[in-house]
């Protein structure tokens, strides 16, 4: 069964630092773009970051400049490096990735991680 497992998540005061990772574990699959998304409690689930199979990035132009996506496509894990926090960024953070099995493409989606920045 192929699933994602996030870490990285955390308390940290204003300005400071974050890395998250999502890992995809299982067999016989083959990985498209990679996102990260994040939700604060009544709001919808926002876009953040994504990366393609060649590399190509995309950035929410609130994260743009302190945030950066990246891929280690030999460990099947793409992370998160989040700098310059602010207490806006408070949320939980989602990645998700399209998978593509023999049986077909999967959208797939990881547990979530909470991220607080606060003084």
Not at 47 to 63: F, Q, R
Not at 65 to 71: A, Q
Request: aromatic share 8%; with cysteine.
């Amino acid at each position: 069964q192929v699933q994602l497992v996030e870490s990285g998540g955390g308390l940290v005061q204003p300005g400071g630092s974050l890395r998250l990772s999502c890992a995809v574990s299982g067999s016989s699959f083959i990985i498209g773009t990679m996102n990260w998304y994040r939700q604060v409690p009544g709001k919808q689930r926002e876009l953040v970051a994504g990366i393609t199979g060649h590399g190509s990035t995309d950035y929410e132009d609130s994260v743009k400049g302190r945030f950066t996506i990246s891929r280690d496509n030999a460990k099947n894990t793409v992370y998160l490096q989040m700098n310059s926090l602010k207490p806006e960024d408070t949320a939980v953070y989602y990645c998700n990735a399209d998978i593509y099995l023999t049986t077909g493409r999967r959208i797939l989606w990881g547990q979530g991680t909470q991220v607080t920045v606060s003084s």
